[in-house]
């Protein structure tokens, strides 16, 4: 397995953390991600460089898009909706 780090986009919140860390567990060969409010960080372990690429287009769809990637008004939208999701899962609302 190997390790890599992303830096993300919109990331503001508990909420997001939750929304960001289920979803990407969701996708195969992805282990241990671990999602860092304060330097708006995404570490993970994967297997292929591939499973590397769809944690990458999982989190853009969810609205955290690498710092690489625009962040467009429609994304911005979307984290807004993750966040939302997430928060709801912790209790928090």
């Known amino acids: 397995m190997m390790k890599t780090t992303i830096t993300i986009q919109n990331l503001k919140c508990g909420g997001c953390v939750n929304t960001i860390t289920a979803k990407l ?10 999602v860092d409010k304060d330097s708006s960080t995404v570490a993970f372990r994967y297997k292929d460089p591939e499973d590397a690429f769809k944690v990458k287009e999982k989190l853009k769809k969810l609205g955290y898009p690498a710092v690489d990637n625009k962040n467009s008004l429609l994304i911005k939208a979307s984290s807004y909706i993750s966040c939302a999701s997430g928060k709801m899962q912790e209790g928090s609302f």
């Open 25 to 34: 567990l969701e996708i195969d060969n992805i282990v241990e991600v671990q």
